[in-house]
């Protein structure tokens, strides 16, 4: 089993920031890809930011230039910095890693979720 434990949601105004983490453990022999999705009420998940094991990333448009994500590799943790944060940034955010245990399977795992809440 791969587990994934998210921290870091709250309660924040119009433009200000919070920094979530996912930190993933169990049976993993190597994380290919770390990304963070969210979901608002009614409405699909969507991929907010994503990055590969080698530091590519990849973001939603509607982020750009205002979140950051970053990985530590020996921690197997992801990070998601976001600033200047607006309401329609409110959701529950989810972590996603994708690799392969130690018995050689594929494995993709998804955290609990956090919630983001930004006031107007």
């Known amino acids: 089993q791969v587990q994934l434990v998210e921290s870091g949601g709250g309660l924040v105004q119009t433009g200000g920031s919070l920094r979530l983490s996912c930190a993933a453990s169990?049976?993993?022999?190597?994380?290919?890809?770390m990304g963070w999705y969210r979901q608002a009420p009614g409405k699909q998940r969507e991929l907010v930011a994503s990055?590969?094991?080698?530091?590519?990333?990849n973001y939603a448009d509607s982020v750009k230039g205002r979140f950051t994500i970053s990985r530590d590799n020996a921690k197997n943790t992801v990070y998601l910095q976001m600033n200047r944060l607006k309401p329609e940034d409110t959701a529950v955010y989810y972590c996603?890693?994708?690799?392969?245990?130690?018995?050689?399977?594929?494995?993709?795992?998804w955290g609990q979720g956090t919630q983001v809440t930004v006031s107007s």
């Open positions: 990055i590969s094991s080698g530091g590519m990333t």
């Open positions: 169990g049976n993993i022999f190597s994380i290919n890809a």
């Open positions: 996603n890693a994708a690799g392969i245990r130690t018995t050689g399977r594929l494995f993709s795992s």
